[in-house]
């Protein structure tokens, strides 16, 4: 029986916990450790048995480790971690600042190549399997548009930046699809629209005591990538109305490509997520890509990786020949 793929978690928020379910439900990994920031006794994983280390022992466990998945936050952590550990073992990351992902890759292609490691990054399902579909549609349709809506949903990358707007003391955001938009393009029309004809951004905040309100919105809808090119919402509310009626991490979108094979016949296609936990749909994804990384390097290619990189049979825990036999 072949060796299992040794998995190693950098942080153990909402992401973090998603990867301890997600590895607990393939067979041929396993999880070795979890690297936390905080200190190390404070941290629970779900298995007891599982060994909780503190960022500074990394250096040291490079031998230990296959696959290190790295689960902070885009803003800040990834940005300072990714590049540090890339240099050190292989990893996957779900990097989500879309405007921000050429420099995050070139910054840790350089580190992972100099060390003949493999860094796949922006794992997830946005950037990650709608990108992908975004691709095929272009591709099977170039006479055409595509079209990616969000939502209705709590985003956990632009929840986490509001969290880190000085005064704000807890948070959520939901990205919501206006509705007539969604609609026209369905019919097989090919609008033109401005970010803000086709979402709506509504923040939920809890102040920290003193904080001045007027400020915190107007850091929160002017933050560049996040929310200035949306209608945003801020709503301030209290901590006990942030923890009763806004725990559920629901998300999902879909990306439709609306395009003619011929002047007669308009082609739709859409691929969509209806998604209960979405920190646990992308940790899912994450694990699916550690395997896939895991491979790469094992065939000798090293840098940085996106998902357009990785042919699907790299993902499955099946072997080739099982895939044609059932999947084709």
């Not at 405007?99 to 399902?125: H, K, N």
């Not at 549609?137 to 548009?145: K, M, V």
């Not at 895991?294 to 020949?321: C, Y």
């Amino acid at each position: 029986m072949a060796e299992k793929i040794r998995i190693g978690i950098v942080g153990h928020g909402n992401l973090g916990r998603g990867v301890e379910r997600a590895i607990g439900k393939t067979a041929d990994m396993r999880l070795v450790g979890i690297y936390t920031r905080r200190p190390p006794e404070t941290l629970t994983p779900l298995d007891a048995e599982t060994p909780v280390f503190g960022m500074a022992d990394l250096p040291a466990h490079t031998d230990r480790i296959d696959v290190l998945i790295l689960c902070g936050g885009s803003k800040e952590d990834l940005p300072k971690q990714g590049p540090e550990l890339a240099g050190l073992f292989n990893t996957v990351d779900s990097f989500d600042t879309h405007a921000r992902i050429p420099e995050y890759f070139a910054s840790m292609d350089a580190p992972a190549r100099a060390a003949q490691r493999t860094a796949l990054v922006s794992a997830g399902w946005d950037p990650g399997m709608f990108s992908i579909n975004r691709i095929l549609g272009e591709a099977l349709l170039p006479d055409g548009a595509t079209y990616t809506f969000w939502g209705d949903g709590l985003s956990q990358g632009h929840s986490d930046a509001v969290r880190r707007v000085p005064g704000v003391a807890g948070a959520v955001q939901y990205t919501r699809p206006i509705k007539a938009a969604v609609d026209r393009v369905r019919s097989g029309e090919r609008p033109v629209f401005t970010t803000r004809e086709q979402h709506l951004r509504e923040c939920y905040v809890v102040l920290e005591e003193g904080a001045d309100a007027d400020k915190v919105r107007e850091a929160i809808v002017t933050m560049p990538h996040y929310f200035d090119a949306y209608d945003t919402t801020v709503n301030f509310i209290t901590a006990e109305e942030l923890a009763r009626d806004h725990q559920a991490m629901v998300h999902g979108g879909f990306v439709i490509r609306s395009g003619n094979t011929s002047d007669e016949n308009t082609q739709v296609i859409e691929y969509g997520l209806r998604l209960n936990s979405n920190p646990e749909f992308t940790s899912s994804v994450l694990v699916a890509y550690a395997r896939a990384t895991h491979r790469l390097n094992a065939m000798g290619q090293h840098g940085a990786f996106t998902v357009f990189d990785v042919a699907p049979g790299l993902l499955s825990q099946k072997s080739p020949e099982q895939l044609r036999a059932e999947q084709l």
